[in-house]
C-alpha cells in the first residue's frame, strides 16, 4: 500500500521545538518534492515548507522562515520538519505530500497544538 505516514505532533509550549517526520510506505522518497503543509481550524491549507529530493533545493514561509528547517534523516527514510521558537499560531493539523509528475500522496497529518 502507499502511503504517507506523519509522525512528531503533540502539545509544546510557546518558544518550544517539536520535530515532525514523514515516511513513506510503498514507494521511495526520491525524485519526488516533500511539502508540509498545515491547517489550523476555520482556514484553508497552507505551505509551510518543502524539499527537492533530487538537488535538497528548500522553500519555506515567510511566516516559518529562521524558524522551521526541512531536511532528510537518509537514517530514517524520513522528510523532517524541525520546528523551533514554535508561536500559537503555529497550532494546526500538519499534513506532509510527496510529489512529482506521476505521484502525489497525502498523509492524513499529525496535530501541533502550541499553548500554555
Known amino acids: 500500500q502507499l502511503q504517507l505516514v506523519e509522525s512528531g505532533g503533540g502539545l509544546v509550549q510557546p518558544g518550544g521545538s517539536l520535530r515532525l517526520a514523514c515516511a513513506a510506505s510503498g514507494f521511495t522518497l526520491d525524485y519526488h518534492v516533500i511539502g508540509w503543509f498545515r491547517q489550523a481550524p476555520g482556514k484553508e491549507r497552507e505551505g509551510v515548507s518543502c524539499?527537492?529530493?533530487?538537488?535538497?533545493?528548500?522553500y519555506y514561509a515567510d511566516s516559518v522562515k529562521g524558524r522551521f528547517t526541512i531536511f532528510r534523516d537518509n537514517a530514517k527514510n524520513t522528510v523532517d520538519l524541525q520546528m523551533n521558537s514554535l508561536k500559537p499560531e503555529d497550532t494546526a493539523v500538519y499534513y506532509c505530500?510527496?510529489?512529482?509528475?506521476?505521484?502525489?500522496?497525502w498523509g492524513q497529518g499529525t496535530q501541533v497544538t502550541v499553548s500554555s
Open positions: 524539499i527537492s529530493t533530487s538537488d535538497d533545493s528548500t
Open positions: 505530500n510527496a510529489w512529482n509528475s506521476a505521484n502525489d500522496y
